[in-house]
């Protein structure tokens, strides 16, 4: 069964610095991987995606991700942070293919992004 | 456009009360579903639907019934509200259902049940 391990639940941050969110990912073919961004009393917005092709990929806002399949990991960066950034943002893998005939999605547990100014 | 409305916006319920969820979408996708959103756990499915008409159970489906008559809208029913239902739920649609297909959320429904 695929599964997502984001081991920072919490992470805190100057503005202006730069981030780095971990996410791991197991899942036994070439999976579809995403990161979205929630903030504060809205629903998910995919930041990026990766389907196949160059490993490092270009999202909104300034985000950028890299699948690495040798560590199974898919890191979400942003070379510096606004305190816009401040939100609780999401990996996600998609199957790429599923008996029940749907786009099971399964999401991490989210990490929590605070900025200081 | 408005992409994908729910209502209410917080409800608190009575345990053994009914309620439903209401989401529309004006994308015309295909795939809609229902998540449950808890601390610690991430997102759970709880139902989708591929396509009007049909629908199935997704991780946590007990307790919950879903209906999808048209493309536009997808009804999440609570029979009988119990406080582990104390959750934010998260209405999405999708255009296709392979798995590279991106999700867009709605604002979610804050629901307490007491």
């Known amino acids: 069964a695929q599964s997502v391990t984001q081991p920072d639940i919490h992470i805190t941050v100057s503005e202006g610095a730069s981030l780095e969110l971990r996410c791991n990912y197991s899942y036994g073919a070439t999976p579809y991987l995403f990161w979205y961004v929630q903030s504060p009393g809205q629903g998910l917005q995919l930041l990026l995606k990766?389907?196949?092709?160059?490993?490092l990929v270009q999202g909104i806002k300034g985000f950028e991700a890299e699948f690495k399949r040798s560590q199974s990991s898919f890191n979400l960066r942003k070379p510096s942070v606004h305190w816009s950034d401040a939100a609780e943002y999401f990996c996600a893998v998609g199957e790429s293919w599923n008996s029940g005939g749907y786009q099971k999605v399964t999401f991490g547990t989210g990490t929590k992004l605070q900025v200081i100014p | 456009t408005a992409g994908i409305t729910q209502a209410p916006t917080s409800q608190i319920l009575a345990a053994g009360r009914s309620m439903t969820l209401r989401c529309t979408q004006d994308m015309r996708h295909n795939a809609m579903y229902w998540y449950r959103q808890d601390l610690g756990l991430g997102l759970r499915l709880i139902h989708y639907s591929n396509t009007a008409g049909t629908t199935g159970k997704g991780e946590v489906p007990d307790g919950y019934s879903v209906s999808r008559a048209n493309t536009d809208d997808f009804p999440l029913t609570l029979a009988s509200a119990v406080p582990s239902q104390t959750s934010v739920y998260f209405c999405a649609s999708s255009l296709g259902t392979s798995g590279n297909n991106e999700q867009f959320f709605g604002p979610g429904t804050r629901l307490t049940v007491l």
């Open positions: 990766y389907f196949s092709g160059d490993t």
